[in-house]
């Protein structure tokens, strides 16, 4: 087990789509690193492409915090239904510190994954587990949350993150 270095924005890893993990392919090393690296930095959620590996995987943990340990790994996730209800908070980023930023997302959504186990698994989420899981998928469609805002508050809040780079 290792802690991985956590990719910054604007590396251009963070900005591509990843590929599907392989039916078969071992990717047990790699998820036990993402949980270590997660909680060692300390998140709630980490995508594959956060720690430079291109691959439809991520972790999410939205109560270590608060209580026990109880990671959820998902494989070549799909978030096959959304609410049309949406709600609007504050999310930070690893890969972008000390930049929140307001995103607007569904209420609600329905996450279908493969555990580790290779079983299919499929939950309604809500809450900040939902928008947790919403935050890491799009990592994996090679998004960030600057682009989730307006072109207005993008600017701003991108080219003050950019400023504390220099």
Not at 42 to 59: D, S, T
Not at 85 to 93: L, Q
Request: charged fraction near 30%; hydrophobic fraction near 35%.
């Amino acid at each position: 087990m290792s802690i991985l270095p956590i990719l910054k924005w604007p590396d251009p890893r963070l900005s591509q789509p990843c590929d599907p993990v392989a039916p078969g392919e071992d990717v047990s090393d790699l998820i036990t690193d993402m949980l270590e690296t997660m909680y060692d930095a300390p998140g709630r959620g980490l995508a594959a492409p956060q720690v430079g590996v291109m691959k439809r995987v991520f972790v999410m943990d939205c109560g270590w915090k608060d209580g026990d340990m109880t990671p959820v790994i998902c494989i070549n996730p799909e978030i096959v239904a959304s609410s049309e209800e949406v709600v609007s908070g504050e999310e930070g980023c690893l890969s972008i510190p000390d930049a929140p930023a307001e995103v607007t997302r569904p209420e609600r959504i329905t996450l279908r994954w493969t555990g580790l186990d290779g079983a299919v698994q499929e939950s309604e989420l809500t809450g900040f587990e939902a928008k947790c899981a919403q935050h890491e998928y799009d990592h994996l469609d090679g998004l960030v949350i600057f682009d989730r805002l307006s072109d207005e508050d993008r600017a701003r809040i991108e080219g003050a993150y950019l400023e504390t780079l220099k």
